[in-house]
């Protein structure tokens, strides 16, 4: 196990990802989100109990909307709360953040995902042309420290840095254009592709798009869900697909539920695609299920 998920276990109440086994050690990070999420009856309750292991984490596989080749899969971290069952990112992030423990979240998220990647690698899943995809925070993605600490692991487990993608949300374009710059030039000098998240949830950011080195976007899921039902989703969603095209972008789109809404995607030109119409979430087990029936539909 590497310091960065030892590291992050020590700090989670109970907590999961995709690409890693549950960490369930009281710390830090728990007893300052719990105070939040929990009331004090709750509270007492946990402090005489403990914490509980789950199994079920879970991540979404990435294919291609054309042909349904799949493409990777992104990691999703989960915590499992004691009391209210498994919580999401949307649900514990913004506290994490405001308690001043994001940062270590997305370290250890780094870390993780790398050593599961070496792991698939070592134990020969042909996962060689699969990218694995994780999340950082718009501050952890512009601190030299993230940088450094992807480059140190990809050398220590000796991988390339093309079997791995960054999602960072579209929010990080508010920051400095300089900064900006130099940070998107880094990734690209470390041949690790970047994807903007939520794209379109932000349209003052827009016409900053084609200045920056960003390899993909990733339409923001509200616009995917109402795509089928309103006219002015399906422009917007439009014109977001042709403003990256020109820019020379990946586009990808989550929430495709169902093949009506990958083939009207299909349409307006989106090239990749998360959702129930490839799969449902997997854990790490399932994943490497999928991997292997997919070699060997190939092979065969």
Not at 80 to 103: E, K, Q, V, W
Not at 251 to 267: F, H, K, Q, S, W
Request: charged share 20%; net charge negative.
């Amino acid at each position: 196990m590497s310091q960065q998920t030892q590291g992050l276990g020590a700090m989670l109440g109970t907590s999961e990802m995709l690409i890693a086994p549950v960490y369930f050690v009281e710390g830090q990070l728990w007893l300052a989100v719990a105070q939040r999420l929990l009331t004090a009856a709750e509270q007492a309750s946990l402090a005489s109990s403990g914490l509980n292991a789950s199994d079920a984490s879970q991540g979404a596989p990435i294919g291609d909307l054309r042909s349904g080749a799949l493409i990777g899969m992104e990691a999703s971290v989960r915590w499992h709360h004691p009391l209210r069952g498994i919580l999401t990112p949307a649900d514990f992030l913004p506290l994490a953040m405001n308690s001043g423990f994001a940062a270590q979240i997305d370290a250890w998220v780094i870390g993780a995902c790398i050593e599961q990647m070496a792991g698939w690698m070592e134990d020969g899943l042909p996962v060689h042309d699969l990218e694995l995809a994780f999340n950082l925070t718009a501050e952890m993605f512009l601190a030299p420290r993230s940088r450094q600490m992807i480059s140190a692991e990809l050398a220590r487990y000796k991988l390339r840095p093309s079997n791995f993608r960054v999602e960072v949300p579209e929010s990080v374009m508010r920051s400095d254009g300089t900064l900006l710059r130099e940070v998107f030039d880094t990734f690209r000098a470390l041949d690790l592709p970047v994807t903007l998240d939520r794209f379109g949830s932000d349209y003052s950011n827009l016409d900053r798009l084609p200045r920056f080195a960003i390899d993909a976007v990733k339409i923001d899921l509200s616009l995917i869900a109402d795509l089928s039902n309103r006219l002015s989703s399906r422009a917007l969603v439009s014109s977001l697909i042709t403003l990256a095209q020109t820019a020379g972008l990946r586009v990808t789109a989550a929430g495709i539920d169902d093949d009506l809404l990958r083939t009207e995607l299909v349409e307006l030109g989106c090239a990749v695609g998360q959702g129930m119409w490839l799969s449902p979430p997997l854990n790490v087990e399932e994943f490497a299920d999928l991997v292997r029936t997919r070699y060997l539909l190939e092979a065969g």
